[in-house]
């Protein structure tokens, strides 16, 4: 998927259902921040109505550090696998920020496909105003992540996935099937795996050697406007040209050297979602 970080929030996140049996539904966008001295009252603020977790569980089989989209994915299949997993995560209930993007035959064959609030008929790549621009007869569409988390905590709640609101700080390996994460709560949770769900942060990850490798940043926001150009079916993928700077030499070769291209997703013939992406960058 796509990520890209909105500047004006166009949704927000509502409960999550839960499945027959549960205490309640999640109470979703809560603020209380958790750990760093906070309190068990502010704990089970953070939590909702999620399954806390308990020392008294001993050693997990997986602990998912991240709840993101790939680590409540994670936390979620393997749940469903039949491991026992819990979440280490500050905010569980916090809404995800970024916009995501997908191409549609992707999401249907993992059966999510009702977790797409936008399709585009195809998309469009091009590189410079001379050349036409490359059709892709692909359909793509945004992800509605209020619709996207729901799904996977309802998931996880079934299965038995149980949840820790603290910030994991660090993790030691004690033995052979048995790790412990450390959290900004004082609390150690055991597992027998972990898996860092941090995104490009990589709070436990360890490197061997010198690690330094290229990032991809964005600068996207959603915008209402008079008009715009774009086809309201097709959305631009990756427009490259920059012939508009013909004029300024040194923007051309800042940007030769650094290149990015536009992604456009259009809603209607005024509201549009547009980001500035650096592929890879140092």
Known sequence: ANGETVLVADDAVAPAAMPAGAAAAVSVGERTRTGDGAGASARESALGALPAWDPSLGTLDLVVVGMGPAGLSAAEEASRRGMRVVVVEPRPNAAWPNN????????????????????WQRAKVQFTEKEEASVLDRKYGRVNRRRLKDRLLKGCVANGVVFHAARAVGVTHAERWRSA???????????????????????LVEFEGEFDPGYQGAYGIMIEVESHPFELDTMFFMDWRDDHLAGDVSMRERNAALPTFLYTMPFSPTRIFVEETSLVAK
């Not at 997908?102 to 936008?118: H, R, Y």
């Not at 994460?181 to 709070?203: F, I, N, P, Q």
């Open 100 to 119: 995501y993007g997908v191409w549609i035959d992707e999401f249907e064959a993992m059966g999510l496909e009702d977790c797409i609030d936008t399709e």
């Open 181 to 203: 994460v450390k959290c900004s709560d004082g609390a150690e949770v055991l597992g027998a795996a972990v898996l860092d769900g941090t995104g490009h942060a990589r709070s």
